[in-house]
């Protein structure tokens, strides 16, 4: 089975940073690579799916890339509504495993 | 509008059963591959099963194996999920995903396993 895993596992940042999270695959996914992120006591809502494909009304300063085993979700200029947790996905080959997540809040 | 609907959750016993439901609409759900994904109190997404559109395909976390089965109504556009022989651990929020889909050159689609529509989930409690 592939493991992902995610780093950092939380951070702090101001409003305007640059935020990077990491995400690596204990075997090559290709770009079969997903994004979520999940407010606190909301549903995940799915932001980037072929590890850089932005879906429909997520705004910009969201990116993605990546290939292989390791890949970066970009947050350009954090924002107060960016808090939340983000969980990058495997969906290459069963199981579909999730990253344990990476909680992103405001310094 | 897109969306699917959980229900079926509840509180059960160890050792019990439930059978959880997922009711599509705003789409053709017979194309779409379809999945469970639960989580925990305080904790993160644990994929548990997934099902082609067909229902010919199905695959499974090994944490649930042999204990849960999912499968599928197309003519009900209805996504269920049988959990038989439940623990503790199994406690969740249980949400149905609908897979994402790629258009392709032509007329071709290929259907993934990313989620691009969740419901609000169904909550399981297991407990003496």
């Known amino acids: 089975d592939i493991q992902m895993t995610q780093s950092p596992s939380s951070l702090s940042a101001s409003v305007g940073d640059r935020v990077t999270i990491t995400c690596r695959a204990s075997?090559?996914?290709?770009?079969?690579l997903a994004w979520y992120q999940q407010k606190p006591g909301k549903v995940p809502k799915l932001l980037i799916s072929?590890?850089?494909t932005l879906q429909s009304g997520v705004p910009s300063r969201f990116s993605g890339s990546g290939s292989g085993t390791d890949f970066t979700l970009t947050i350009s200029s954090l924002q107060p509504e960016d808090v939340a947790t983000y969980y990058c996905q495997n969906y290459k080959s069963a199981p579909f495993t999730f990253g344990p997540g990476t909680k992103v809040d405001i310094k | 509008e897109v969306q699917v609907v959980e229900s079926g959750g509840g509180l059960v016993q160890p050792g019990g059963s439930l059978r959880l439901s997922c009711a599509a609409s705003g789409f053709t759900f017979s194309s779409y591959v379809m999945s469970w994904v639960r989580q925990a109190p305080g904790k993160g997404l644990e994929w548990v099963s997934g099902?082609?559109?067909?229902?010919?395909?199905?695959s499974y976390a090994d944490s649930v194996k042999g204990r849960f089965t999912i499968s599928r109504d197309n003519s009900k556009n209805t996504l269920y999920l049988q959990v038989n022989s439940l623990r503790a651990e199994d406690t969740a929020v249980y949400y149905c995903a609908k897979g994402g889909m790629v258009r392709g050159v032509g007329l071709n689609y290929y259907y993934y396993y990313y989620m691009d529509v969740w419901g609000k989930g169904t909550t399981v409690t297991v407990s003496s």
């Open positions: 075997q090559g996914i290709s770009n079969y």
């Open positions: 099902v082609t559109g067909s229902g010919d395909s199905t």
């Open positions: 072929a590890a850089s």
